[in-house]
């Protein structure tokens, strides 16, 4: 397989073709919401608003800046825990998610908020393209390191226009409760971007094994993505729940869970390595599978030590599939899940998307309250005669739809991105910076000491190359 | 000394343990406070509350966010200084830190906020327990690379309960104002950590003095954790005062003071140093000293000047510190403190007591206004015929009171540390992540240039396995 | 050229002198602002506020914050791209940037917010503080690596003052729009910067060329920068607009403005490498192009579209400058611009001012409401009579006042600061943090294989300095 990696048309040909596209779609859909628009104030003067803190703002903004640092900064360096492909992860993340937004505001905005044919956005469609795009950074975990900027740009179309159909049949059509998108982001993502890579599958990635694992630093790299997203993750889950007691239940529910999920990740860590060392991946990863997993229930009344069970069991799950599942699939099902998603995300989201399907099924007046029943599933309107139970059952056909769509979905990205002139690297070349990067040379001189019985003809001073590691490979004889 | 460092069945049983614990005690006691609580939404209605924004998370929510990541990635970063220490900086911070905050939520809850059998969690109580950890983690400091995981989960559970009793005599029975911890939180940890560090005391230390440094990489790490103590600590100083003025004052004074604080500590950096050149060490700490010194007084009336002064004092005082005071302590009174929190922690807070009273002390009806006094230091119901001298004479009591239960405390957490089953490393050991956590093997492809009159039986590139120094050292004939 | 580099007491001194001077005029001027005075609860009380929340406080107080984290974080470790230099970058950012702060407070006070004598100090004020001292760090991008930091501080001193000069002639004489500081901010830092750098000119750089490169994770350290930027800028645009629609419209506008940026700028550094591969500068800087030129415009009626079409034009204008602006500024200009900050704030700032005017000349009541125009552009009182047109030519005056001021005030700058007794390195030790720091040794030790044919006299055991590359080269025959 020798592709043709070099992108130099090929790529600044799609990033501008679509970034002319957005131009031109936004001119002719996107307007500012009423709450951003230079109308409000005059609209507050005449009473309508009581005080300029009402402007929806003030409820959403620091939550919404909790989850882009979460995106770019969470995703992207969780990522950059390989050796050589800091600058892929960093970067390749950050070029997804800046085109995924735009085109999820597109999206969701036709789907769910379009009036009058524009879409007004306002803080709130903010925080959906964000999540929204961390569904798709999800899935380039698992191709992380073997595909090209091209590949990602297509999926991410690909995959924020399926995103926001399976949310809109899901919130819109099955009226799910899903805030913090444990079926529609995390379930979804996984699944989707599981299914690419098995199509994708490489035969011989094993020539670049040596570069599929972490140095010391890359993996301290790696932990700051790791700690953004387990700081933030209450933003995540509380970021679109309704006003007051929803927003700040989300917080503690994600909290407690979080916190459980690292002690038991860091139990497991230790029981399954022979010598009771903890490993950095599991660190990295298992830790967060807590937060997926309240991503659903967060809102609901699961109580503090229900999200400490969530917790507990998705920090047991993830560890054992990072040990034992990961290359279970690698081996049998030639899935190759680079960044193990399908542990963080994949049975974290399915955990989650059950524990809220149950949770939903066994609300009760007594615990919410029947107007605070009514109020958190909207038992109004259109959805007048339900019951918990009824719900329950909804939410469990939102997990089902969503695996349905995960799969066919990626089943049809992953044939398209198997087309062999995307730019995509050899197996030889996989998880290499070098091949889409100008990267730095890095020389470290070394003094060899003197030697009366050595008389080399040339300098003894020999440059070392440490960063780019193939050309010195092949000069080796 | 040979200690058995293999933790396969003692770590894992110890999370486990402790987070089943954990799990049944939330059970019985933990539940939402009215403002998280589904009931809450049924109250507003009937017109207790004017707006969704009157709920506690809009006043908090952010600040609180703040700390989370002063405790997670501030602390945790700011210990990767050591060269081949960074996991178990980063991994073991995370791991105390999340299991204290679920410990510090219980062990608060039942000191301060027990109703009715129970715990009510909103997110004033997320803060206190970060606040709670974060003293955990300033201990953590003092002892940093020398104990092993289990020990640290044990000093959790124990320092996280006394620093709840230590806060309740203060808080509640002395009626002390500490909003930011400078007593609470900075001098008690500091003193905590000191006093078991000591009573750890390892007499072969400079045999793995070599790892007790850094590398140019890890300052820069360290400068991640230095840089988000430093910009957040505003957020810390005001996270729990009152609503309004109060919060809005705790922020400027502690924005002034790390200020002042940032220039006395590089002049004193640089002018102790024989060519004048900056020490990292001294950046990475004694800039953060001026906001611990404030954590009592910021919220009072201290004046933009007065907490210039601080932070100018403490800059001086803590760079000087790190300068005499550690290498002293360490040669003489066998206090090995690793970060040298004495100097950025203990002093810092213990001026940051006195501060407090005096600036108490001094509160004038003219500085606060009449109803301002009241209301800024409580002076009704029990604290009814109170004036500011009494509560600037309370002040030094808790600042007393503090000291003596650090000390106390730090003795009986020392001799229980030193039971020789914990899994602590060898001296030689010491401030080595090879002993805890699998680590990445680095190879890094020597091409030395081929030469006539130098030919080797063997390949001429060899393998550098740079990460892990110690196998290499055993190499060496 | 050999001057001495040896601060030990002309540092000191010079930081020591300066905070001395803060903490006297600090006395003399500044107060609390009534919102942070412990009045404010009984104002409150007597009926004058309706709810805490209208605290000045939790209106801008997580604006503020975002924007502290970019000051310190993100420039300072934007800088960090350079393999010797990561200590300078952020120490020396958090030097001059912990003092600037304090000197804007006083500097913006007495211009803006005199009264009675006294500077009022509230949560704005901070964020206006920390918007000046960005202005210093943009100009520090342009020195970087080739100034002491006696020669920062003095910068900081000198360029504060004229900042609040030039604001106080755009905002208060001429009365600009200007919140998000393309003018103000940008293009004054950016051609001060240059100017100073043009005349510091040092024609013997080329010695010093091989630290001007980055290494492999000085480019991950860099792109921490530069994502807490990307992320965080929304709120620096939004930070001081009026509540309510103002801020909210200059959230979407500059995150659809950067979101654009990030793909042309992708799409021009792939089409202008040969092998069209990515080069991190552009990645690292072009991509908050967008950001820097919506500063004006962010806050008005630029809609959706129109933010796209800035960032799209920023993107390609920005890495164009990269490639061939900056290597002819230098060999035919004389202007080393070490961070290339002519591309990423010079430029887009000048396009921000037009793309203001123009935004402004354009609005229509239409577009805005009638009472919406004249509460935007503030059309009442001083400025009854003014059209949006009169706006748009006003901003015209205000950037070209901008430009002479930061010319003028850069030659004078310059020349101060070639004086040779500032500590300044020579041409051959740029980019090095040997100089003024404390550089902790590295040392790793290689084992090379034993090899019967080669016989040392010595240990084969080689230490290498790694981190000190000059002492090495000194060592070599």
Same mark, same amino acid.
């Given at each position: 397989?020798?592709?043709? =990696?070099?992108?130099?048309?090929?790529?600044?040909?799609?990033?501008?073709?679509?970034?002319?596209?957005?131009?031109?779609?936004?001119?002719?859909?996107?307007?500012?919401?009423?709450?951003? $628009?230079?109308?409000?104030?005059?609209?507050?003067?005449?009473?309508?608003?009581?005080?300029?803190?009402?402007?929806? /703002?003030?409820?959403?903004?620091?939550?919404?800046? $909790?989850?882009?640092? &979460?995106?770019?900064?969470?995703?992207?360096?969780?990522?950059?825990?390989?050796?050589?492909?800091? /600058?892929?992860?960093?970067?390749?993340?950050?070029?997804?998610?800046?085109?995924?937004?735009?085109?999820?505001?597109? &999206?969701?905005?036709?789907?769910?908020?379009? *009036?009058?044919?524009?879409?007004?956005?306002?803080?709130?469609?903010?925080?959906?393209?964000?999540?929204?795009?961390?569904?798709?950074?999800?899935?380039?975990?698992?191709?992380?390191?073997?595909?090209?900027?091209?590949?990602?740009?297509?999926? =991410?179309?690909?995959?924020?226009?399926?995103?926001?159909?399976?949310?809109?049949?899901?919130? $819109?059509?099955?009226?799910?409760?899903?805030?913090?998108?444990?079926?529609?982001?995390?379930?979804? +993502?996984?699944?989707?971007?599981?299914?690419?890579?098995?199509?994708?599958?490489?035969?011989?990635? *094993?020539?670049?094994?040596?570069?599929?694992?972490?140095?010391?630093? #890359? @993996?301290?790299?790696?932990?700051?993505?790791?700690?953004?997203?387990?700081?933030?993750?209450?933003?995540?889950?509380?970021?679109?729940?309704?006003?007051?007691?929803?927003?700040?239940?989300?917080?503690?529910?994600?909290?407690?869970?979080?916190?459980?999920?690292?002690?038991?990740?860091?139990?497991? #860590?230790?029981?399954?390595?022979?010598?009771?060392?903890?490993?950095?991946?599991?660190?990295?990863?298992?830790?967060?599978?807590?937060?997926?997993?309240?991503?659903?229930?967060?809102?609901?009344?699961?109580?503090?030590?229900?999200?400490?069970?969530?917790?507990?069991?998705?920090?047991?799950?993830?560890?054992?599939?990072?040990?034992?599942?990961?290359?279970?699939? *690698?081996?049998?099902?030639?899935?190759? @899940? =680079?960044?193990?998603?399908?542990?963080?995300?994949?049975?974290?989201?399915?955990?989650? +998307?059950?524990?809220?399907?149950?949770?939903?099924?066994?609300? #009760?007046?007594?615990?919410?309250?029947?107007?605070?029943?009514?109020?958190?599933? $909207?038992?109004?309107?259109?959805?007048?005669?339900?019951?918990?139970?009824?719900?329950?059952?909804?939410?469990?056909?939102?997990?089902?739809?969503?695996?349905?769509?995960?799969?066919?979905?990626?089943?049809?990205?992953? /044939?398209?991105?198997?087309?062999?002139?995307?730019?995509?690297?050899?197996?030889?070349?996989?998880? *290499?910076? @070098?091949?889409?990067?100008?990267?730095?040379?890095?020389?470290?001189?070394?003094?060899?000491?003197?030697?009366?019985?050595?008389?080399?003809? =040339?300098?003894?001073?020999?440059?070392?190359?440490?960063?780019?590691?193939?050309?010195?490979?092949?000069?080796?004889?």
């Amino acid at each position: 397989m020798a592709w043709n =990696t070099n992108l130099r048309w090929r790529l600044p040909l799609a990033c501008l073709l679509l970034q002319v596209a957005m131009v031109v779609l936004f001119g002719v859909f996107a307007r500012y919401d009423f709450e951003a $628009d230079a109308h409000w104030w005059a609209g507050k003067r005449h009473g309508n608003v009581s005080s300029d803190l009402e402007n929806e /703002f003030y409820y959403r903004y620091p939550s919404f800046q $909790d989850v882009h640092v &979460m995106v770019f900064v969470g995703f992207g360096f969780l990522m950059t825990f390989l050796q050589r492909y800091g /600058f892929g992860a960093v970067g390749f993340n950050f070029l997804l998610a800046a085109f995924g937004i735009q085109w999820a505001l597109l &999206m969701q905005g036709w789907l769910h908020h379009l *009036e009058d044919r524009h879409i007004n956005l306002g803080v709130e469609n903010l925080i959906n393209a964000d999540f929204c795009v961390a569904s798709v950074c999800v899935a380039f975990g698992a191709v992380l390191g073997k595909v090209s900027p091209i590949q990602l740009l297509i999926m =991410t179309l690909f995959q924020v226009t399926l995103f926001s159909v399976n949310e809109f049949i899901l919130l $819109d059509l099955l009226q799910v409760k899903d805030a913090g998108g444990s079926m529609t982001i995390h379930t979804f +993502g996984a699944y989707f971007g599981l299914t690419v890579t098995r199509i994708l599958y490489r035969r011989n990635l *094993e020539q670049s094994k040596e570069r599929q694992s972490s140095v010391y630093h #890359s @993996d301290l790299f790696a932990m700051i993505g790791t700690l953004f997203l387990w700081m933030y993750w209450p933003s995540f889950n509380s970021a679109i729940s309704y006003h007051g007691d929803s927003q700040h239940r989300a917080v503690i529910n994600t909290y407690c869970s979080l916190a459980a999920c690292v002690l038991t990740s860091v139990a497991m #860590s230790s029981a399954l390595h022979k010598k009771g060392k903890l490993d950095m991946v599991h660190i990295q990863n298992a830790t967060l599978a807590g937060g997926v997993a309240v991503g659903t229930a967060a809102e609901l009344m699961l109580m503090p030590y229900g999200a400490l069970i969530v917790g507990f069991i998705c920090g047991l799950v993830s560890t054992l599939g990072f040990v034992y599942l990961t290359p279970f699939l *690698e081996s049998r099902l030639q899935i190759q @899940d =680079t960044c193990g998603i399908h542990n963080l995300h994949g049975l974290p989201g399915i955990i989650g +998307g059950i524990v809220g399907a149950v949770t939903a099924a066994c609300a #009760s007046p007594e615990a919410y309250g029947l107007e605070g029943l009514v109020h958190s599933f $909207d038992f109004q309107g259109f959805k007048e005669g339900w019951t918990p139970r009824t719900q329950g059952k909804f939410q469990v056909y939102g997990l089902l739809v969503t695996l349905a769509m995960a799969l066919m979905g990626g089943i049809v990205m992953g /044939f398209i991105l198997r087309l062999p002139f995307w730019g995509q690297a050899a197996d030889e070349n996989c998880f *290499e910076d @070098d091949i889409y990067w100008e990267i730095p040379e890095e020389k470290s001189t070394i003094y060899i000491h003197e030697d009366p019985t050595f008389k080399p003809s =040339t300098s003894s001073v020999t440059s070392v190359p440490m960063a780019s590691s193939m050309p010195v490979a092949s000069l080796v004889p």
